[in-house]
């Protein structure tokens, strides 16, 4: 599993209220990325991260925002949750640019 | 639009036979194809690779062909166990931009094994 903890592994929340999910991983990789699962859409890259306080947008990142302040732990925050941001994330690394990505358990939220 | 095409939601493959999943892309600035597989209620497994420069890779049971002049990959298990009854997602990335950006996915296809 490549050391990645994914927490928690399910959250039910209310609309509007804010969420933050937490990837982290015991072996000090440079890359870390946050993608969403939904049926349809297949993954879809929300926010990557290349270093401590080093990140960037993917696809689909309007409604969130992500911190590395530390190597091991990359946070996605949901500032607002809405019903459209209920999904399975999954957080992921790679050991090197080219590299393949390992991913963790993923986290199932539901927004009601 | 998307960049990566798995147009098999669903296939049906009876054990000990061959299964072949495919898959379309778009972007000819991808260089590098990756096979994922998906249980429920776990995260994606990496499977298998093939970089642009080859049209082949193997292994065991498993075996990705790449035809670039196509933009179309496919992935091959043979024989088929139940096992291998999973969600397969194919994935490309740009390997020579040397960025860190992710790879970008199709929607996946459900592969179930009948006995």
Redesign the interface.
Known sequence: DAGITQSPRHKVTETGTPVTLRCHQTENHRYMYWYRQDPGHGLRLIHYSYGVKDTDKGEVSDGYSVSRSKTEDFLLTLESATSSQTSVYFCAIKLGVNTEAFFGQGTRLTVV | DQQ?K?NSPSLSVQEGRISILNCDYTNSMFD?F?W?KKYP??????LI?ISSIKDKNEDGRFTVFLNKSAKHLSLHIVPSQPGDSAVY?C?A?I?SG???????????THLIIQP
């Open positions: 990566v798995q590098y990756l994922y209620a776990e995260g994606p497994t990496f690779s997602f994935a990335m390997y040397g960025g860190a950006d992710g790879l970008t996915f199709g929607k996946g």
